[in-house]
C-alpha cells in the first residue's frame, strides 16, 4: 500500500514537471510571437510618422545656465533651411565695369576702400555686394598671380598640407579634403590623385567651375556654391583648404567662411591677405584684414591657430598662412617650432 502511494506520488511530480516544462515552452513562443507583433506595430508606426530619432538634428545638450536646449530640432532645422535656400538666390549684387575691374580704385588707396577709406574717400563700390559671376568672369583664372600645376610653390602647398596635417593626426594619412574656393581648379589634379572621392571641391563663379570640369575633376566631386552663404556637404573631412578667398569676399560674410569651414573638418589650411595702408585698393579685395581678426573668429569656434614662417609662407606663393585646429578634440597639438622641425631645408632656405 505503501509502495503504490510512492509509485502515485512519482507519477504526479514527472507529470507536474512535464506540464511545467510544457507550460514554458508555451509561454516563451508566445513573448516572441509579442514581441514580433509589438516591433512590427512600432515600424509601421516610424513609415507613417518618424520619431525624434529620425530627426536630422536632435535636441541633445541644454544650456548649463538657463536649461534651454542648446540645438534646434530636426523640424525646426528643415524649415530653416528652406528659408537658406529661399535667401540664397545667385547673381544678386552689383556688376563692376570692367574699367573698374582691371585697375586700382584711383579714389581710395590701402585696404580700407570697402569701408570709403573711414569716410576719407568716395568710392562707388564702398559697402556693396559683388555679384560673383560677373566679379570673377572665364579671363580671371587665367591672369596674373594664379599659380601654375607644375611650379616648386604648389609642390610645397601639396606636401606640407599633407606633412602637416599628419602630424596633427598622430602620424595618419590624410585621406579626405574638401577645398573651399579653387581658382578654377589649379590644385584639383593633384588632390584628386591624393584623395580620389575623398576629394571634394567648392567654388563659387560659374566660369570657376567650368574649368574645372574642363580639368577633369568629375562632376559629382564639384560644387558651385557662394561661399559668402552658408553650405554644408553632409559629411565631414580631415582637411580643409581655403586659401586666396577670404580677402575676396566683403568684411560682412568673414564669419560665415570660417564658420562653413569649422564645421567640415577638425584642421583647416588657411590663408588671407594682410592689411595695409600701402596696398593697392583693387575691386577684389575688399577684405584684406589683419591676422589678429581671422585668429579671434577661429578661436570663437574652438579652434587654436599655429602660423607658418615667412620662408614657409613665400614658398607656397601665399598660399597658406596657418593652419586652425580643434582644440580639446583628438589631435596633437602644434607649435611653430614643430612645424619648422618638420620643414625642408629648400624651403627654410627660400628666398
Known sequence: MVMATSRTRGRIRRGLGVGLLFSNIISFILGVAFCALYQSINNKLGEEEPSPSHHVVQTQTQNEVTGLPNHIDGNSFAAHVQALNEAIQPGRGYQPTKERYNSMLPEAKGSFWWLNNCGQANVPEAFGIAALNMTYPHEYFF???????????????????????????HGRKVESLVEFGNGGGVFGKKFLELYGKGYITVEGSGAGCKITLQKGIPRDQVVQHDLRHPIFLGRRFDVAVCTEVVEHVEPPFAAQIVLSLVIHADIIWFSFKQVGLENGAWVNHPNERPFEMWRNLFDFYGYDVVTFSHQMVRALMFRGNFIAYKRDGNLKPLTEEILLANTDKDVLEFP
Do not use: C, D, Q, V
Open 143 to 169: 591672369g596674373p598671380g594664379h599659380p601654375g600645376s607644375e611650379t616648386i610653390e604648389t609642390a610645397n602647398y601639396h606636401k606640407y598640407i599633407n606633412r602637416f596635417a599628419s602630424l596633427l593626426m
